[in-house]
T-cell receptor, first 114, second 113 residues
Framework: NAGVTQTPKFQVLKTGQSMTLQCAQD?????MYWYRQDPGMGLRLIYY???????DKGEVPNGYNVSRLNKREFSLRLESAAPSQTSVYFC?????????????FGPGTRLTVT | KQEVTQIPAALSVPEGENLVLNCSFT??????LQWFRQDPGKGLTSLLL???SQREQTSGRLNASLDKSSGRSTLYIAASQPGDSATYLC????????????WGAGTKLIIKP
């Protein structure tokens, strides 16, 4: 039981390049999330998927797109990377809404945009 | 607007001490409050989730309390160990969005052997 896995672990991009961060969970959870974490700040929600087939914007969605490929997988795409997107990105999953359930996190992807 | 604050940002204590970490929130209308642990270079691990109807929740040496009226939660760690060194974050769900959590910036805890 691997929990939540993320690839890649590290990535360096040049401004304007695109990339997709992959996330998968094997806990049969309905809900999945993408966060970014910047130094000295709490986590900020980028997008979430309440259930398979749905996606919604979080607090900081600009510059990102997501795809809930199936119940297990939720990807985050940066179409044209900017230095402001340098951050650590975390994927998380939960059985349902955080008002009822705790979230389980992946190990993160450290992204640098130069 | 809900805001979550954790003070201090960092704390260093000798091994064996009991300690308290603080989490404050501005809007007392909350569904629950959650405490997480983050080890360096790793993801977050959920420690405790206290529902709004509860006053406290315990797991091993950890005890989390919730006082909605004062907008405060505390995480009590008994008999601290070097393995407790990590960053501890608290979060509350946003009332008008069942799926969004508002996070504190965390307290970095160092337990000195």
């Amino acid at each position: 039981n691997a929990g939540v896995t993320q690839t890649p672990k590290f990535q360096v991009l040049k401004t304007g390049q695109s990339m997709t961060l992959q996330c998968a969970q094997d806990m049969n959870h309905n809900s999945m999330y993408w966060y970014r974490q910047d130094p000295g700040m709490g986590l900020r929600l980028i997008y979430y998927s309440a259930s398979e087939g749905t996606t919604d914007k979080g607090e900081v969605p600009n510059g990102y797109n997501v795809s809930r490929l199936n119940k297990r997988e939720f990807s985050l795409r940066l179409e044209s990377a900017a230095p402001s997107q340098t951050s650590v990105y975390f994927c998380a999953s939960s059985p349902g809404a955080p008002i009822y359930y705790e979230q389980y996190f992946g190990p993160g992807t450290r992204l640098t945009v130069t | 607007k809900q805001e979550v604050t954790q003070i201090p940002a960092a704390l260093s204590v000798p091994e064996g001490e009991n300690l308290v970490l603080n989490c404050s929130f501005t809007d007392s209308a909350i569904y629950n409050l959650q405490w997480f642990r983050q080890d360096p270079g790793k993801g977050l691990t959920s420690l405790l989730l206290i529902q709004s109807s509860q006053r406290e929740q315990t797991s091993g040496r950890l005890n989390a309390s919730l006082d909605k009226s004062s907008g405060r939660s505390t995480l009590y760690i008994a008999a601290s160990q070097p393995g407790d060194s990590a960053t501890y974050l608290c979060a509350v769900p946003l009332m008008d969005s069942n799926y969004q959590l508002i996070w504190g910036a965390g307290t970095k805890l160092i337990i000195k052997p």
